[in-house]
Structure formats: structure tokens, C-alpha cells
């Protein structure tokens, strides 16, 4: 089945540091990739997303770019800030063009420092 | 644009009562799912629904919950009775269509404790 795994937390960083979490994926075909972002007492939120291999997904400074070759898809940003504190999770969707469903990794615990 | 509600926000229980969920979806959003979410784990869907009928609850552990979404608007998730290990953050999001890779948006969560 699918399956996602991701870099365990927590992740401390300094304000204006270089943030990677590392994702990858198992399935069975061609998913696409998300990457979901909960602040504190807050739902989820779709961060970013690629649909193909190559593709790149970015917002607000993240960028993660569909690796099929690795089966990848690490979010990176090159200077984080105290707002970005919050759980990533890595997560895929695969329906076979019937039923698109969202498998999620366990998440990743970022803080960030002033 | 409202954005998926729920309630209540937090429940303490003690074990073997009964408790239930309420949300309510992005208007015109025909896919509900509600997910579960232990500490420490990534969400696990539940159930999903669209409309008023049942597309997939192969994980709904089918001896204790329950779900509806009877006028395919809002739903209700119930367990009856709670284990200790229920405790989680049951989050529901809703889709615009289950067969197109739509973005699901997700609400607050209830965060349910089992005593």
C-alpha cells in the first residue's frame, strides 16, 4: 500500500536558518504530493503541492520538488522565521482517476527561535 | 469564505461513555471526510462521504463509531462506547468532488480526551 515517511522531529532553528525536512514515498503508481501545515490549535492547511514528477510546488518561501528517481519530495526554505513554527506533514494522493484519498506522514515539529 | 467548522473544540470523557462530533463543510463541497489523529501520527481517514452516502469507511472501526451525513450537508462522528485509546484530534475536511484530486480543506479538529 501507500505509505509516506518523513524526518522525525522536532527541528530547532534560528531565525533566518535554512529549513529541509525530508519526505518520501511509497506507491503503487503516479501520485501527487503535499505538503500540510498546522500552527498551533489550528487545522491543517495545504502549504504546497506537485502533481507530476519535475514539478516544483512553492508558497510563501517553501519549495518542494517532485523527485521520482528518489521517490522524494524534501520542503526546503532558505530563511525561516519564528512564524513558521508549526507541524509539516508530508502527505500523497493516489486514486487512479476514481477516489483520490490523502496518506500523511507522522509529521515534523519545527520551531523556530528569534 | 466560511471554512469548515466544527464543534466542540474539546471533549473529556470518562471511558465507556458516549460522545459525538459535529461539522459542517465548505458550502457546496460534496466530499466530508473525518480523519483521526493520535499524538505523535499523521491524520488517518475514517470515513468519507459524498452526499449523503458512504464512499469508503474500510477504517472506521465499525463495533464502536458510527458516522452520518444524512441531508449530505453536515455530519455527525459518534463513539459509543469510548476506549482509552480514542484519544486523538478528530478533524473533518471537506472537498469540492472525491473524483477530480480536489484540495481537501480541513477544520479546527475536536481534540477528545478518554479518561
Known amino acids: 500500500g501507500n505509505s509516506v515517511t518523513q524526518m522525525e522531529g522536532p527541528v530547532t532553528l534560528s531565525e533566518e536558518a535554512f529549513l529541509t525536512i525530508n519526505c518520501t514515498y511509497t506507491?503503487?503508481?503516479?501520485?501527487?504530493l503535499f505538503w500540510y501545515v498546522q500552527y498551533p490549535g489550528e487545522g491543517l492547511q495545504l502549504l504546497l503541492k506537485?502533481?507530476?514528477?519535475?514539478d516544483k510546488g512553492s508558497n510563501k518561501g517553501f519549495e518542494a520538488t517532485y523527485r521520482k528517481e528518489t521517490t522524494s519530495f524534501h520542503l526546503e526554505k532558505g530563511s525561516v522565521q519564528v512564524s513558521d513554527s508549526a507541524v509539516y506533514f508530508c502527505a500523497l494522493s493516489e486514486g487512479g482517476g476514481s477516489n483520490y484519498k490523502l496518506t500523511f506522514g507522522k509529521g515534523t515539529l519545527l520551531t523556530v527561535n528569534p | 469564505e466560511a471554512g469548515v467548522a466544527q464543534s466542540p473544540r474539546y471533549k473529556i470523557i470518562e471511558k465507556r461513555q458516549s460522545v459525538a462530533f459535529w461539522c459542517n463543510p465548505i458550502s457546496g463541497h460534496a466530499t466530508l471526510y473525518w480523519y483521526q489523529q493520535i499524538l505523535g501520527q499523521g491524520p488517518k481517514l475514517l470515513i468519507q462521504f459524498q452526499n449523503n452516502g458512504v464512499v469508503d469507511d474500510s477504517q472506521l472501526p465499525k463495533d464502536r463509531f458510527s458516522a452520518e451525513r444524512l441531508k449530505g450537508v453536515d455530519s455527525t462522528l459518534k463513539i459509543q462506547p469510548a476506549k482509552l485509546e480514542d484519544s486523538a484530534v478528530y478533524l473533518c475536511a471537506s472537498s469540492l468532488d472525491y473524483r477530480t484530486n480536489n484540495e481537501q480543506f480541513f477544520g479546527p479538529g475536536t481534540r477528545l480526551t478518554v479518561l
Open positions: 506507491a503503487t503508481g503516479y501520485p501527487s
Open positions: 506537485a502533481t507530476k514528477a519535475d
